[in-house]
């Protein structure tokens, strides 16, 4: 299954795949039950924000397209 | 378009227009008072110390930040945000500066409602500053996507700030979609030009007397920004100026006091142009008046 993070392509061979064990896997402070541990960040799937509490029920297929956004300076 | 969210955030510790201790001059934004005419950028500073130092100097009613893909360690090593966070909260709790994301970098209405989702999440804020570019070269928002953007942005809640021109149709039309204030620009993003379109501009004003209106962008001097408020501009903000200046420091505390002295002005009343001289001491029982 192809998944895309960030622009980047990833390949998940494993069983279904939810949202927080693909957080947790690239290293975000996400645990596989989706206890989120990083307050500034922000998960979307294909456009839409996706809340915290439900990282680990939403499961992913293939083609998704993930972006995690943190703060940056602005003006 | 995203869906309506559920909730909006309503976390502001500042008091609200009714509140007794707010000034007489308080700036009140859709009912809540903003704690400064001077609203700054939190960016390109040479250190994160150096933009603490800066935004105590200027104290700022607005500090804008903004969102962008990040790795797990870049969010994790985020110094400049874990400096500017700590100093918010302290701000806040004193009723002072708040912060206001923006969509920087969005070019269609679609990328700025997304972002703005974003943003409302990651900084537990309903305002956003509303960009929306049309032109890559010259920054100028896309005012056909930035209305639709903000229609959107309304109707789910936010409190739109939308980043425009000086087009007194697009700002009427911004407001009229709920918009509780329009910042066009005097110039440029990162010009340092000052208020380009004097004449434009005071037309909006004129037109718009009960807007708020706040000049966003393009201006590089002190100077420029108490003309701004001389003119009747509500606040201004603005980054570069003050974190290119050699002394940041220095430069946010120059604005602080422009922007007073400006509304101050403003609010004193200034005094009619004339074409030609006018004797400023009397010249009555001059003794030796026009004797050759």
Redesign the interface.
């Known amino acids: 299954m192809n998944i895309y993070i960030n622009g980047e392509r990833r390949i998940h061979d494993g069983e279904a795949l939810s949202l927080a064990q693909l957080l947790s896997a690239e290293g975000y402070a996400v645990s596989d039950d989706g206890e989120v541990k990083a307050a500034r960040m922000v998960a979307a799937l294909n456009g839409s924000v996706i809340s915290k509490t439900s990282y680990v029920s939403t499961t992913l297929s293939e083609g998704d397209r993930v972006d995690v956004v943190g703060v940056i300076t602005g003006g | 378009m ?1 869906d309506t969210p559920s909730h909006t955030y309503d976390r502001s510790s500042t008091a609200l227009a009714s509140d007794e201790s707010a000034s007489s001059d308080a700036l009140v934004i859709d009912g809540e008072v903003i704690a400064g005419r001077l609203w700054l ?5 040479r250190s994160p110390d150096c ?1 603490l130092q800066a935004l105590d100097a200027g104290q700022p009613g607005f500090v ?13 090593d ?1 110094g ?2 874990g400096c ?2 700590q100093w918010l909260g302290q701000s806040q709790q004193q009723g002072k500066a708040r912060i206001l ?2 969509t ?1 970098g969005c070019n269609s209405a ?1 990328e700025a409602v ?2 703005a ?2 943003t409302r ?3 537990e804020t309903d305002w956003i500053k509303l960009e929306v570019i049309g032109d890559d070269y010259t920054l100028q928002p896309d005012p056909f996507e930035l209305l639709e953007a903000a229609r959107e942005l309304n109707r789910q809640g936010f409190k739109v700030l939308p980043y425009c021109t000086e087009d007194l149709v697009l700002c009427q039309k911004l407001l009229d979609v709920g918009c509780p204030a329009v910042m066009p620009w005097g110039a440029p ?1 990162g010009t340092g030009r000052g208020l380009q379109n004097i004449a434009g501009l005071m037309t909006l004003r004129e037109r718009l007397q009960d807007a708020v209106i706040v000049i966003d ?1 393009g201006l590089g001097k002190p100077s420029q920004a108490a003309q701004a408020l001389e003119l009747g501009f509500d606040a201004v903000l ?3 100026a003050v974190a290119h200046s050699p002394d940041p420091v220095a430069m946010a505390k120059a604005f602080a006091g422009a922007v007073e002295a400006g509304r101050t002005a403003h609010i004193a009343g200034l005094m009619a142009e004339r074409d030609s001289a006018q004797a400023s001491t009397p010249v009555l029982d001059m003794p030796f008046w026009h004797q050759k």
């Open positions: 995203s950028g939190s960016s390109m500073y933009m804008t930040a903004s969102a962008r893909r990040q790795t797990a360690r870049q969010i994790t985020n400049y945000w500017l966070e994301p923006n920087a679609s997304l972002l989702n974003m999440e990651l900084f993003i962008a603005l980054n570069t």
